[in-house]
T-cell receptor
Framework: DTGVSQDPRHKITKRGQNVTFRCDPI?????LYWYRQTLGQGPEFLTY????????KSRLLSDRFSAERPKGSFSTLEIQRTEQGDSAMYLC??????????????????FGPGTRLTVL | LAKTTQPISMDSYEGQEVNITCSHN???????ITWYQQFPSQGPRFIIQ???TKVTNEVASLFIPADRKSSTLSLPRVSLSDTAVYYC???????????????FGTGTLLAVQP
């Protein structure tokens, strides 16, 4: 399978614990995004990497959240001191730069299956 | 930011053509219109994208009038497996080709019945 993968698929944790999620993008994609989705809502942008550089962070990404993409390949999203309001689906997406793959559509991103976080 | 408005839900029957209309009155000159599909417990999947007039691929058609203030996603002969949430997105022109972050609304839940 050459799609975007995420691990774990489900995570249940107690309030106050730290959790870390991993995303493996499609190998030739240099752009990587994290989104968060709560029930009944569309995904909300959290952060964006181009290669290893984190170029944008949403105001939704509080100081308890940190994301890394150390070698420009996989990425991790860590949430410290989890709160019940952090319960959501965390989605990762990747895309190539258009100068690498002109056939890709302007706003086409490839999403992984998500990690569903439940904070008790 | 361009805001989109689409129906919360729609019902259809297998074999029918479904048209979902999205309003985006404040669309900017450089914005593209993109539609995504999302099944429960899965990430969204790109369906189609257009700038003006009509675009067709193997999955759907996208109709965009000259003023670009609305668009219509057309799904031919839907089946039960087309039951999903459909999101209409308008590209954030402030970022152009730099970030391309996607701005999702609440989408349209399409329920296809036998």
């Amino acid at each position: 399978d050459t799609g975007v993968s995420q691990d774990p698929r489900h995570k249940i944790t107690k309030r106050g614990q730290n959790v870390t999620f991993r995303c493996d993008p499609i190998s030739e994609h240099n752009r990587l995004y994290w989104y968060r989705q709560t029930l009944g809502q569309g995904p909300e942008f959290l952060t964006y990497f181009q290669n290893e550089a984190q170029l944008e962070k949403s105001r939704l990404l509080s100081d308890r959240f940190s994301a890394e993409r150390p070698k420009g390949s996989f990425s991790t999203l860590e949430i410290q001191r989890t709160e019940q309001g952090d319960s959501a689906m965390y989605l990762c997406a990747s895309s190539p730069s258009r100068d690498i793959l002109q056939s890709i559509s302007y706003n086409e991103q490839f999403f992984g299956p998500g990690t569903r976080l439940t904070v008790l | 930011l361009a805001k989109t408005t689409q129906p919360i839900s729609m019902d259809s029957y297998e074999g029918q053509e479904v048209n979902i209309t999205c309003s985006h009155n404040n669309i900017a000159t450089n914005d593209y219109i993109t539609w995504y599909q999302q099944f429960p417990s899965q990430g969204p999947r790109f369906i189609i994208q257009g700038y003006k007039t009509k675009v067709t691929n193997e999955v759907a058609s996208l109709f965009i009038p000259a003023d670009r203030k609305s668009s219509t996603l057309s799904l031919p002969r839907v089946s039960l497996s087309d039951t999903a949430v459909y999101y209409c997105l308008v590209g954030d022109s402030r970022y152009g080709g730099a970030t391309n972050k996607l701005i999702f609304g609440t989408g349209t839940l399409l329920a296809v019945q036998p």
